[in-house]
């Protein structure tokens, strides 16, 4: 009786260290705004100031703890206003290497945004898809897709594709 209370407490204790650790949270991942199309790392354009204004006042209320860009002038430039509200410094990711940033966003404490590009963030998206289909890549003209992606204590993920105007 002893041995089979200890195998079972020590199975409890297992189960709890293989149990995915991550705080309940959200994740906003966009595509960074509009951009002038005269660069080979172009500035926003005039239309995606105006953008990035808006992602400013969509997230200000959302507790953003952590900003992460690529290191394009447009994805930092899409992030100035949330990191300036959230009195916070925009984090460098590589694109090409998603399974670290995916790490980073499970373990960190606090709700993110991510800025990537049209043709990187359905990857990222896709991670957090547990169920159901995945996204696609993002057409050149398509700007207005915020991914809200919820993170569950219990491991699990769930993502929403909203349209900016979707936000109050």
Do not use: W
Not at 2 to 21: E, R
Not at 76 to 84: D, G, I, R, Y
Not at 120 to 128: A, D, E, G, K, M
Not at 145 to 163: A, H, N, P, Q
Request: glycine fraction near 4%; hydrophobic fraction near 35%.
């Amino acid at each position: 009786m002893k041995n089979n209370i200890l195998l079972i407490l020590s199975l409890i204790i297992i189960g709890f260290a293989c149990t995915p650790k991550q705080e309940a949270k959200t994740i906003y991942i966009v595509r960074h705004a509009e951009k002038m199309l005269n660069a080979e790392d172009p500035q926003l354009s005039v239309a995606g100031t105006v953008r990035s204004k808006k992602l400013g006042q969509i997230l200000e209320d959302k507790q953003i703890k952590h900003a992460f860009s690529t290191s394009t002038i447009r994805t930092k430039a899409t992030l100035q206003h949330v990191s300036n509200n959230a009195g916070i410094a925009v984090e460098i990711y590589d694109p090409q290497n998603h399974d670290d940033l995916v790490e980073e966003l499970r373990t960190r404490k606090g709700n993110a945004v991510v800025v990537g590009h049209s043709n990187t963030i359905h990857h990222l998206v896709n991670y957090f898809v547990m169920t159901g289909d995945k996204f696609e890549e993002l057409e050149d003209i398509e700007y207005d897709y915020i991914f809200e992606v919820t993170l569950e204590s219990d491991g699990s993920s769930s993502v929403e594709r909203r349209l900016y105007k979707e936000f109050n």
